[in-house]
Every structure is written in C-alpha cells, then in structure tokens.
C-alpha cells in the first residue's frame, strides 16, 4: 500500500512539474513569437516608411488595452498609449483635439483597424489625414479594430444612446466582412481556454503533425468558392450599407459608405508583402465577391467603391492586414476628400 501510495506521490509530483515547465515554455513561445513578428513587420513595410517610427507605433499599438463589448467588438480602452491617444468612450483623438472648435461640423468616422489608424502615429493616420484636407470639419474617430459591419451599426446605435450628434457619418466598410465571410477557421474547443499548459503543448504538436497551419489557408477550401456563396455574401453586404445609409438620413445625419482598398482584392501593388502566392485562391475569390458588391453598389449614389484606388500604385500596405502605410493614409484620404468635396 505504501509503495502504491508513494508511486501515486511521484507521478502527481512529475506531473505537476511537467505541467509548470510546460507553462513557462508557452510564455516564452509567446514572448519569442512578439520579437519574431516585430521583426517580420519592420521587413515587409514599404521603403518609403521611418523604420524608427514604424518601430515605435507597433510598440505602442500591442501596449493598447481593450474591453470586449458585445456586440460592438473590442474596444479600445481610454487612455494614453504614445502613438495613441484613447477618449473616454473608445475614440482615437486628433493631436489638435482639445484645440478643435466645438462649434465646428461634427463627422462621425466608423470602421474597423484602416480607419482606426492602427500602425500609425497621431499625426500620420488616416483620420488625421482627412482631418488637414478637410480643416473646416471636427472629425471624431470612433473606428474599432477588426470591427465588421454589423458591429459598425451596433456600436452606431450605442453613440446615438449616449446622445452623441453628428452633422455628416462617414463609414468605411466592407473589405473586412468578404476576408471573414471567405476566411477558413480551424474548429476550436470551448474548453481550449482553460485547459492544462500539457495538453496545450501536446495539442500544439498534433496540430504540428496534421499539418495545419494559424491562417487557416493550408489545403482549406475558401469559403467563397461557390457563386450561391459569394452571391449571399455580396447581398448581405449591401444590406448592411442601405441599413447604414437609412439609418443615418433616419438621424438628419448625411451618411456615405466608402469599401477601401485591400490587398486581398482588385490589384493593389503588395511587392513588399512576402508568402503572397500561397493565398492566391483565396485571393481570387476575395475578388469575385468584392466585384459583386461593386456591380451592386453601383446604383447606390452614397456608397463609393475605392477598391481600385492602389492599384498600379507604389506599395500602400503595411501588412497582409491591409493596415495603410504613410502614403496609403494620405491618398487615401485625399481620395475621400475629393469625393465629398463634390457632393451636395
């Protein structure tokens, strides 16, 4: 009974040990794999970027805190994170905010990580951009990263209750809806999150040996393949920008929704962007369902499709994310500029 007792003692005490070392290097996995993809973001931006700048904004961007707020997303928390400056409700300020006039034309800006200005400085992002072409508008920045649009309308939703007014609603949206609605996801357990460091070291490597892959593109089927599929998921687009669209004018507030430039769609110059022919297919069908929305789009006079504005251009995109380097904020925004300048 003793020696049962006593070999008990030290398989749990292996185990335990076992356990801890394996938990210490998951840490470390983690702390080796922000190094690696720090260094692998500063290799592909575009020559025309400040790689001493580039890497202080990247710093300062994984020093951002977020609340995840259903059914909004994750929203940035308020605070001062260097490269950027977080108001109390999650919006991204202007470097001149506290110099704007409050009496100012007040535009509201919606969208996910492109608008948001993730990657760049105060006084290089998007918003800031627009914000010097446009000097007679007070542009507050309430963009949220990795933001579909049915979380845009919600968190919409959530400004107009908090009793926010605007004169103009600028909406940016669409390229992100047709990468989810087309991505492929590997099946994750409910119970991942809390599992034992040793099993979470042993699911690693059976995942290792299967061959899968954290992007999902390995032998994955896009799930935009099929016409029926990109057709819904061009409809259920379009749906969500009339709903924007209606829901603005409902407000007294002029609406436009504008589809940026992405590198998984028309022909943007993306030289400095590595493993881009592996996703070719997924690319290719990203495309197809882009250029649904854009025939149906068409006849929408307060939706602008600016999915061509990089091609034949100089390299505009920080990363695969589709994040806008210096030059892709600025002529994006001269873009967007231009375009409402011409309005009524």
Not at 211 to 235: H, L, M, V
Not at 255 to 264: D, G
């Given at each position: 009974m003793k020696?049962?007792?006593?070999?008990?003692?030290?398989?749990?005490?292996?185990?335990?040990?076992?356990?801890?070392?394996?938990?210490?290097?998951?840490?470390?996995r983690?702390?080796?794999?922000?190094?690696?993809?720090?260094?692998?973001?500063i290799?592909?931006?575009?020559?025309?970027?400040d790689v001493?700048a580039?890497?202080?904004?990247y710093?300062?961007t994984?020093?951002?805190?977020?609340?995840?707020?259903?059914?909004?997303?994750r929203?940035?928390?308020?605070g001062?994170?260097?490269s950027?400056?977080?108001?109390?409700?999650?919006?991204r300020l202007?470097?001149?905010?506290?110099s704007?006039?409050?009496?100012?034309?007040?535009?509201l800006?919606?969208?996910?990580?492109?608008?948001?200005?993730?990657?760049s400085k105060?006084e290089?992002h998007?918003?800031?951009q627009l914000?010097?072409?446009?000097?007679e508008?007070?542009f507050q920045?309430?963009?949220?990263p990795s933001q579909l649009?049915?979380e845009?309308?919600?968190h919409w939703?959530?400004?107009?209750?908090?009793?926010?007014?605007?004169?103009?609603?600028?909406?940016?949206?669409?390229?992100?809806?047709?990468?989810s609605?087309?991505q492929?996801f590997?099946?994750?357990?409910?119970?991942?999150?809390n599992r034992?460091?040793?099993?979470?070291?042993?699911?690693?490597?059976?995942e290792?040996?299967?061959?899968?892959?954290?992007?999902?593109?390995?032998?994955?089927?896009?799930?935009c393949?099929?016409?029926?599929?990109?057709?819904?998921?061009?409809?259920?687009?379009?749906a969500?920008?009339?709903f924007?669209?209606?829901?603005?004018?409902?407000?007294?507030?002029?609406?436009y929704?504008?589809a940026?430039?992405h590198?998984?769609?028309a022909e943007?110059?993306?030289?400095n962007?590595?493993?881009?022919?592996?996703?070719?297919?997924?690319r290719r069908?990203?495309?197809?369902?882009?250029?649904e929305?854009?025939?149906?789009?068409?006849?929408l006079?307060?939706?602008?499709?600016?999915?061509?504005?990089?091609?034949?251009?100089?390299?505009?995109?920080?990363?695969?994310?589709?994040?806008?380097s210096?030059?892709?904020n600025r002529?994006t925004?001269?873009?967007?500029a231009?375009?409402?300048?011409?309005q009524?």
């Amino acid at each position: 009974m003793k020696k049962i007792l006593g070999l008990t003692f030290l398989f749990g005490l292996l185990f335990l040990i076992t356990n801890g070392v394996a938990d210490i290097l998951i840490t470390l996995r983690y702390e080796l794999q922000g190094a690696v993809s720090a260094d692998n973001a500063i290799s592909q931006i575009p020559e025309t970027e400040d790689v001493a700048a580039f890497k202080e904004v990247y710093a300062d961007t994984n020093r951002i805190k977020y609340s995840d707020v259903r059914p909004i997303g994750r929203l940035p928390q308020s605070g001062d994170y260097g490269s950027y400056q977080i108001g109390l409700n999650g919006e991204r300020l202007l470097a001149n905010e506290a110099s704007l006039p409050s009496e100012g034309k007040r535009v509201l800006i919606l969208g996910s990580s492109q608008t948001f200005g993730y990657l760049s400085k105060t006084e290089d992002h998007f918003v800031a951009q627009l914000a010097a072409q446009m000097p007679e508008y007070h542009f507050q920045n309430f963009s949220v990263p990795s933001q579909l649009s049915v979380e845009t309308i919600a968190h919409w939703q959530r400004l107009v209750r908090l009793g926010y007014e605007f004169d103009k609603v600028l909406v940016f949206a669409g390229g992100l809806d047709i990468y989810s609605y087309c991505q492929f996801f590997n099946e994750v357990s409910h119970l991942s999150k809390n599992r034992l460091a040793l099993t979470h070291v042993i699911s690693k490597l059976a995942e290792n040996i299967k061959g899968f892959n954290s992007t999902g593109f390995q032998g994955a089927p896009s799930e935009c393949g099929e016409p029926k599929k990109r057709q819904a998921i061009a409809d259920n687009i379009i749906a969500n920008f009339k709903f924007m669209v209606d829901f603005g004018e409902s407000l007294g507030q002029s609406t436009y929704v504008f589809a940026l430039p992405h590198p998984y769609v028309a022909e943007p110059n993306l030289g400095n962007l590595t493993h881009g022919k592996k996703f070719e297919d997924f690319r290719r069908d990203m495309r197809l369902v882009s250029d649904e929305v854009a025939v149906k789009a068409a006849g929408l006079s307060r939706v602008a499709d600016f999915t061509h504005l990089f091609d034949d251009q100089e390299p505009m995109f920080l990363d695969w994310g589709g994040h806008f380097s210096t030059v892709g904020n600025r002529v994006t925004a001269k873009a967007v500029a231009d375009f409402l300048k011409k309005q009524p």
